[in-house]
């Protein structure tokens, strides 16, 4: 299996420090995007030679968030991985997990009643965020922590874009049959043809919040997805962006559970790094299925199983194609 049993660290039942003597951090809040920026700052002071790992977070998600750094515990990508919260989370999850950046951008979120423009104007904050990223010389990875990873995918990535050359972005498929690709499943290299795409990119969602909060303007459809844009310039090759699309054998979504259950003996999920949940339907579905197939890792007072995790790494490595 190409050295992945070699790779499967014995997990010790251990405690971390933060159980020990928690550490309350300061809460962290962006201002402005510029090199005063707080979350600038920390980035400043983080090595070249790996990726930044950004996801998002907000109080609903977070059983999600403990259960993603839970199972990513032995990876050692805590002092990559940056977290944005877009609301106050409860203390538990800085006691828990000290060593993780979160920064709150609540403050650059225009005040609105509406979900769907709220959801906009996250994605435009975060696209400006790992646009001032990468002009800081860093690769970006986007992930979702509504996910399982099996392998570090965020090493191996920056790994393959390194030994192939692999230009600008290396991307997935959110839909494979339609072409869509997941923009929070998205490594992003520090080119310029990357930053003109996410520029122009902010300027048309910053067209749908103006369209979407001008009465006059109403003409946002509910078929207009904000995130479809982003793919249609990967399409369109916008910037002359050049793009690579991470295999669906190595990044699935959740319809490939049905194959844990062997139930799909033509479909080899040996390979898989990361198996995306968030196409399920609702939360609580969502952590029901990872729990019945293993990938839940946390009980109910956040406190992580790293038996589970072992198994869990184990049950994808061990699968054969017949």
């Keep these: 299996m190409h050295g992945h049993q070699s790779n499967i660290v014995k997990r010790e039942r251990r405690q971390s420090d933060s159980e020990n003597e928690i550490q309350m951090p300061t809460t962290r809040t962006l201002q402005m995007l510029d090199t005063k920026d707080q979350i600038i700052q920390y980035v400043t002071d983080l090595p070249t030679a790996s990726p930044i790992m950004i996801s998002v977070i907000d109080q609903e998600s977070i059983m999600f968030g403990h259960n993603w750094l839970c199972n990513v515990q032995d990876f050692n990508v805590y002092d990559k991985v940056i977290l944005l919260a877009t609301d106050i989370l409860d203390a538990s999850f800085y006691k828990r997990w000290p060593s993780v950046q979160v920064f709150n951008i609540q403050d650059r979120l225009k005040l609105t009643n509406n979900s769907r423009g709220l959801q906009i104007d996250i994605d435009r904050t975060v696209s400006r965020i790992v646009k001032s990223i990468l002009h800081m010389n860093h690769s970006v990875l986007m992930f979702s922590i509504k996910s399982v990873w099996f392998q570090d995918a965020a090493t191996l990535i920056h790994h393959s874009v390194e030994k192939y050359n692999l230009k600008d972005v290396v991307t997935s498929f959110l839909d494979e049959k339609s072409k869509i690709f997941d923009f929070y499943f998205t490594y992003f290299k520090s080119t310029r043809a990357m930053m003109e795409l996410l520029d122009h990119y902010e300027t048309i969602l910053q067209g749908m919040q103006e369209?979407?909060?001008?009465?006059?303007?109403?003409?946002?459809?509910?078929?207009?997805?904000?995130?479809?844009?982003?793919?249609?310039?990967?399409?369109?090759?916008?910037?002359?962006?050049?793009?690579?699309?991470?295999?669906?054998?190595?990044?699935?979504?959740?319809?490939?559970?049905?194959?844990?259950?062997?139930?799909?003996?033509?479909?080899?999920?040996?390979?898989?790094?990361?198996?995306?949940?968030?196409?399920?339907?609702?939360?609580?579905?969502?952590?029901?299925?990872?729990?019945?197939?293993?990938?839940?890792?946390?009980?109910?007072?956040?406190?992580?199983?790293?038996?589970?995790?072992?198994?869990?790494?184990?049950?994808?490595?061990?699968?054969?194609?017949?």
Excluded at 215 to 223: D, E, I, L, R, Y
Excluded at 293 to 307: K, L, P, V
């Design 211 to 322: 369209r979407l909060n001008d009465p006059s303007k109403n003409n946002v459809p509910n078929s207009e997805n904000q995130r479809n844009y982003f793919s249609q310039l990967l399409h369109q090759r916008y910037a002359r962006v050049k793009y690579s699309v991470y295999p669906s054998f190595k990044v699935a979504d959740s319809t490939l559970y049905h194959d844990f259950n062997g139930t799909n003996d033509t479909t080899d999920i040996s390979q898989l790094h990361v198996l995306r949940c968030y196409s399920l339907e609702n939360k609580r579905n969502m952590k029901e299925v990872m729990n019945t197939h293993g990938h839940w890792f946390i009980d109910n007072n956040y406190n992580c199983n790293y038996d589970k995790v072992v198994k869990a790494e184990k049950s994808v490595w061990n699968l054969k194609t017949n």
